[in-house]
């Protein structure tokens, strides 16, 4: 039953990314499911077994319920196609047209840059040495306030790069660009941040792909790429290498480390075990795989699911503690996956480590989560056929975007809380250059 289960999965798998826009939620999904899921099981559940890492006795369940949210997902999407399909043949079609001024974009863009480094360097400042002690180091006492708000960086470089691929930026706001990405660069390095690179990639990446379709590019299709693209093609390679390679820099990385030994060691271990390119995080228990399936387990032995109660928390987050003093954290608040792997599962959760988006769903929701994947399908192809109309549009497409990619690889929460800090500032930079939008019946 369960190579049945995989065969369907891997042919909706490779038919989605054969026949969509690499830069549609469907694609993305597509191939996390291959590659947090599907692969990892082809390749490597023998590995997990003999080191005591999974029991099989949900292994079907998993894959089954995985086949019906990605299904449900897809099924989502092929509606709003067709309705999108309908509507276009009986309805006077719209056309969406932004106007706003360059020179307030980018003076704008280049205050919101400058307020995220300015507090950032306080966090590093007050931090002092533990900051440079490299992943997750630091004085976080500060409160998650400042912390996050070196996001703002990265919407400074979303608007000043569309500005600079459409020749509208000026020399100084080239500079700005130039700096702020040297910055998170510097930091990217220092407290290896993966999720820095995931958002240089889908930023530069995605915005070349629109401004492609601006000039009369076609839509980009993972063949064509070979072909046509080939510097989208090589891009979206180099990110997904610099993604495993900056997660076991870590075991290398360390205040007094040159950056030569640091690059020769994690290029030497990936040499070694190139079952890292499919591992992700490495073959133990802080695996994706391995984490999604005993927090699976976990919850199919027991009950305990929330309803979505648990999602709530990324809103409730934002009331300070100044006004909350007893405020939960994620983990404490509702159901806690980790919780469940430890006392139901053959493992003890890794510490950092996340259940993946699907499985997180499986706690809120139970069999009933590929209701929520139609609907999530659904509004996500709404989003991405409105994504080519304005750089407002396209900004949140981009920054749900970068949330949706941890939310297939972690949770919920940092699809709410990264895509709310880096579109607000948008939309105000975007509100403050007097953007207005006009419909005109054709």
Not at 96 to 105: G, H, P, Y
Not at 130 to 145: A, L, M, N, T, V
Not at 419 to 433: D, E, F, K, T
């Amino acid at each position: 039953m369960i190579y049945i289960i995989i065969a369907i999965i891997s042919l909706l798998c490779i038919r989605t990314i054969l026949k969509k826009d690499v830069i549609s939620f469907t694609f993305l999904f597509s191939i996390m499911v291959l590659f947090l899921y599907v692969i990892p099981y082809i390749l490597l559940w023998d590995v997990f077994k003999y080191n005591l890492l999974v029991s099989e006795k949900y292994i079907n369940e998993f894959f089954f319920y995985i086949l019906l949210c990605f299904g449900a997902f897809l099924l989502g999407d092929e509606v709003h196609n067709f309705s999108y399909r309908f509507r276009k043949s009986l309805l006077i079609q719209e056309e969406s047209t932004e106007k706003l001024s360059s020179n307030k974009v980018e003076y704008y863009s280049i205050i919101i840059g400058i307020i995220g480094v300015i507090f950032y360097s306080y966090f590093i400042a007050v931090s002092g040495a533990e900051y440079f002690k490299g992943h997750g180091q630091g004085d976080y006492s500060i409160g998650g306030y400042i912390y996050e708000l070196r996001y703002f960086v990265f919407s400074s470089i979303l608007l000043l790069y569309n500005l600079y691929l459409r020749k509208s930026l000026s020399s100084i706001g080239k500079i700005w660009l130039l700096m702020f990405f040297i910055f998170l660069l510097f930091d990217a390095y220092v407290q290896q941040q993966r999720g820095s690179w995931i958002r240089f990639g889908i930023i530069f990446l995605f915005s070349n792909i629109f401004y492609g379709y601006d000039v009369g590019q076609k839509t980009k299709k993972f063949t064509t790429l070979f072909k046509e693209n080939r510097k989208i093609l090589f891009g979206g390679m180099f990110f997904l290498f610099i993604l495993v390679f900056t997660v076991q820099s870590r075991n290398f990385y360390s205040s007094s480390a040159n950056v030569v030994d640091v690059i020769s060691g994690t290029l030497e271990l990936m040499t070694k075990s190139p079952e890292l390119l499919i591992a992700g995080s490495g073959i133990d228990h802080g695996n994706e795989f391995v984490v999604a399936y005993n927090a699976f387990y976990g919850m199919s032995e027991s009950s305990g699911i929330d309803y979505g109660f648990k999602w709530l928390y990324p809103f409730l987050n934002f009331i300070p503690r100044a006004l909350w003093k007893d405020k939960p954290t994620w983990e404490t608040f509702s159901t806690n996956a980790h919780q469940y792997i430890d006392k139901y599962s053959v493992i003890v959760h890794a510490v950092g480590s996340a259940e993946t988006g699907l499985v997180d769903t499986f706690y809120r929701f139970g069999w009933f989560s590929p209701i929520f994947f139609f609907f999530m399908g659904y509004s996500l192809s709404l989003l991405y056929r409105r994504a080519s109309k304005t750089i407002s549009s396209r900004s949140l497409y981009i920054c749900l975007f970068v949330g949706f990619f941890y939310f297939l690889t972690q949770t919920m929460l940092p699809l709410i809380i990264f895509s709310i800090y880096m579109y607000l500032p948008i939309r105000l930079v975007l509100a403050g250059s007097k953007v207005k939008t006009f419909r005109l019946a054709k």
